[in-house]
């Protein structure tokens, strides 16, 4: 199993373009989550859903979108980048409450 | 507003002595804990939880102790090895987890030689 994948590692935008960030999980996972951690702080959630055509915000979601239409697949969309979307970002899957399973993450630069 | 602190930016230890992570939280909902570890340039790694119906979990080496009326929880390494350096953060969630978790902001373990 691959877990938890993200593409790409690293990208640099310039203010007003846009992105979608990868997401895809193989371990048949109903709930999965995008996080921002910006430098010396903690995870925070930006999205989430339960299961393939549900989401709902989190914590940050001013500036993103997301949609899920498989199990497998949870992109991350930004529209018109802003520096303060310069972030690491994580997306992570989850079947119970045990513990979430993360992906390496995607290192966005805004200039 | 924090809900889930972690006071110690970075903590250093030596090898072999035991690492004791600490982690406050404010929001008295919160019945679900987590320590995640994460290294550089990686995703944070699950590590060890703890449900609020209990004051202890241990897992080899991790021992999580959680202290309700206090809305504290530690996290006990025992020994500490070299592999152990690392970024520890504290989670939390409520009411059955779907709905993602709550991040402290991480404490820097440093083990020594």
């Known amino acids: 199993n691959a877990g938890v994948t993200q593409t790409p590692k690293f990208r640099i935008l310039k203010i007003g373009q846009s992105m979608t960030l990868q997401c895809a999980q193989d371990m048949n996972h109903n709930y999965m989550y995008w996080y921002r951690q910006d430098p010396g702080m903690g995870l925070k959630l930006i999205y989430y859903?339960?299961?393939?055509?549900?989401?709902d915000k989190g914590e940050v979601p001013n500036g993103y979108n997301v949609s899920r239409s498989t199990t497998e697949d949870f992109p991350l969309r930004l529209e018109l980048a802003a520096p303060s979307q310069t972030s690491v970002y994580f997306c992570?899957?989850?079947?119970?409450?045990?513990?979430?399973?993360f992906g390496p993450g995607t290192r966005l630069t805004v200039l | 507003d924090q809900q889930v602190k972690q006071n110690s930016p970075s903590l250093s230890v030596q090898e072999g002595r035991i690492s004791i992570l600490n982690c406050d939280y404010t929001n008295s909902m919160f019945d679900y804990f987590l320590w995640y570890k994460k290294y550089p340039a990686e995703g944070p790694t699950f590590l060890i939880s703890?449900?609020?119906?209990?004051d202890k979990n241990e897992d080899g080496r991790f021992t999580v102790f959680l202290n309700k009326s206090a809305k504290h929880l530690s996290l006990h390494i025992v020994p500490s090895q070299p592999g152990d350096s690392a970024v520890y953060f504290c989670a939390a969630n409520q009411g059955g987890g779907a709905d993602g978790l709550t991040f402290g902001k991480g404490t820097h373990l440093i083990i020594q030689p």
């Open positions: 703890i449900s609020s119906i209990k």
């Open positions: 859903s339960v299961g393939a055509g549900i989401t």
């Open positions: 992570a899957s989850s079947g119970n409450r045990v513990g979430q399973f």
